[in-house]
């Protein structure tokens, strides 16, 4: 795949999972997570071939100007994404699969000064919180998800949950709430919204509420289908025109102020959260 292509590639992974991004120059210039996985694969060819100095030397840049470490030896696989980026550490035996997501603060670390591998190995498709630590030689099996400051410690199955310190399963892959996960997913693409980790069971009473929602959404979609499909049934034309898309905007000046009153009455009511 030519360089031009796995460009193309990482722009449009971070448009389909930022809802910031705006164009490609404005990726190009100002995403600091690209620009570190960019000068990692420099570095890592150049690792591969034994230049290691050179390659450190190239890393240690990367550092400096992105916020983001990630040793030379690491193998990293395609449309990875890295958002904000500061603070993020990638030990040397590390493994990512392909279409994983790290937000910043992530460390992938080492539990021994043994040499062989000493780092996590994540697989495809998963995503780790704000400030969580994955430690030592463990797997995080595909479509693994891991909260915000969580410790992670041991092996996570595929398609879980994780959260806490030590990590602990929240949620498991029962046929029920996969299908329900999948159901919302579609549902959130539609509406323009990413339900990242919305599961039945999830802790957190914002994201079930936003479950909920997208299954109330859903059933009344298959409603006023059903109902259609009656209507027109007996010679009605009805529901012949798409539905506008959504356009939400941005948040003017006034309800940011709100929020962040709000999260600093939160904050001081709770100084844990």
């Known amino acids: 795949m030519g360089v031009i292509s796995r460009l193309k590639e990482d722009i449009a992974s971070i448009y ?9 120059f404005e990726i190009l210039v100002n995403y600091p997570g ?3 996985i960019w000068l990692h694969r420099i570095s890592h060819k150049l690792w591969k071939r034994d230049w290691r100095f050179v390659a450190r030397t190239l890393s240690t840049f990367s550092r400096w100007l992105t916020g983001v470490e990630i040793h030379p030896g690491a193998t990293i696989g395609r449309r990875f994404f ?11 035996t590390a493994e990512i699969g392909d279409d994983c997501t790290l937000y910043h603060g992530v460390t992938l670390g080492g539990t021994s000064w043994n040499a062989g591998k ?3 190995t994540l697989e495809n498709n998963v995503v780790v919180g704000a400030g969580a630590k994955i430690l030592g030689p463990i797997t995080m099996h595909q479509g693994a998800r891991v909260g915000s400051n969580s410790v992670v410690v041991k092996d996570v199955p595929a398609d879980t949950t994780v ?3 030590p ?16 159901r919302r997913n579609a549902m959130a693409k539609k509406y323009g919204f990413d339900a990242y980790a919305v599961a039945p069971d999830n802790p957190d009473p914002v994201a079930n509420a936003i479950g ?3 299954d109330h959404m859903h059933l009344m979609d298959s409603k006023v289908q059903e109902l ?3 209507v027109q049934s007996l010679g009605g034309s009805v529901c012949t025109e798409k539905l506008p898309e959504l356009d939400v905007g941005e948040f003017s000046d006034a309800e940011m102020a709100a929020a962040e009153k709000r999260q600093h009455a939160i904050d001081e009511f709770d100084p844990i959260i």
């Open 16 to 24: 389909h999972r930022d809802p910031a991004a705006r164009n490609a």
């Open 34 to 36: 690209m620009h570190a």
């Open 82 to 92: 890295i958002d904000h980026g500061m603070g993020i550490v990638i030990g040397e």
């Open 118 to 120: 000493r780092h996590p």
């Open 163 to 165: 959260v806490g310190i």
């Open 167 to 182: 990590g602990r399963i929240v949620t498991t892959p029962s046929p029920q709430s996969k299908e329900t996960s999948e």
């Open 212 to 214: 909920q929602m997208l």
């Open 228 to 230: 259609c499909q009656a």
